[in-house]
């Protein structure tokens, strides 16, 4: 799925991927700092996101962004472009992903961290680079008590424990406040799951 390029790029293409980058990067800041007309404008208008908690468009998804936030949630985003592919106008883009959220739970401050890589394709528009979708891959989170004086409830865990190891903090955390979380979700923990998405990108990317 992730071809080293061994040619050496030519200027188009070295500003491609920066553009590119620039923009994968760009979209999670916006979000985090709750600029959600300009995070809604990376996305094409058909874009398709899904996460934990939402499925849809990429401008929906802004605006679900804000609903979320102005319910007290609030979580950073940490990325790291690594991998991306340009043909003509269409890109993807791979980077691993960190995830950080501080939330009060059952009267416990809890830390909740999520390691990921977020997938997008990219396409070229009249003015510029714009997200054509955007994809979680999960591949493990973790929760502990912001003070280790005050453990967490043992009920938690036994809400947790059944949950797909690779997101089971963050669906129960999602559950928790009312969101549906599929099963079937991207993970390194389903290599079948991941193995057929990315055939699938790999033949949109050739168009």
Not at 37 to 47: F, H, K, Q
Not at 59 to 82: C, T, Y
Request: proline share 5%; with cysteine; hydrophobic share 45%.
């Amino acid at each position: 799925m992730h071809p080293i390029v061994t040619t050496s790029p030519d200027t188009q293409s070295l500003l491609d991927e920066a553009a590119v980058t620039r923009l994968v990067r760009l979209e999670r800041f916006l979000r985090d700092q709750g600029e959600w007309a300009a995070l809604a404008a990376c996305y094409t208008e058909d874009s398709s996101v899904r996460t934990t908690w939402f499925e849809g468009t990429g401008p929906e998804f802004a605006e679900a962004s804000r609903v979320m936030a102005a319910s007290g949630r609030h979580s950073k985003h940490m990325i790291w472009p690594a991998w991306i592919q340009v043909r003509d106008d269409r890109a993807l883009s791979e980077s691993p992903a960190v995830i950080l959220n501080r939330s009060i739970i059952d009267g416990i401050e809890a830390d909740m961290v999520q390691w990921c890589r977020f997938f997008s394709r990219l396409v070229r528009q009249d003015d510029g680079w714009r997200l054509a979708s955007f994809e979680a891959i999960y591949v493990k989170d973790e929760i502990r008590p912001v003070w280790p004086a005050e453990p967490l409830p043992g009920q938690w865990m036994e809400e947790i424990r059944p949950l797909r190891a690779s997101y089971r903090v963050w669906a129960w955390a999602m559950q928790r406040r009312g969101y549906a979380v599929s099963s079937e979700l991207l993970g390194d923990d389903r290599p079948d799951l991941l193995e057929s998405f990315y055939a699938i990108e790999d033949r949109w990317l050739a168009g």
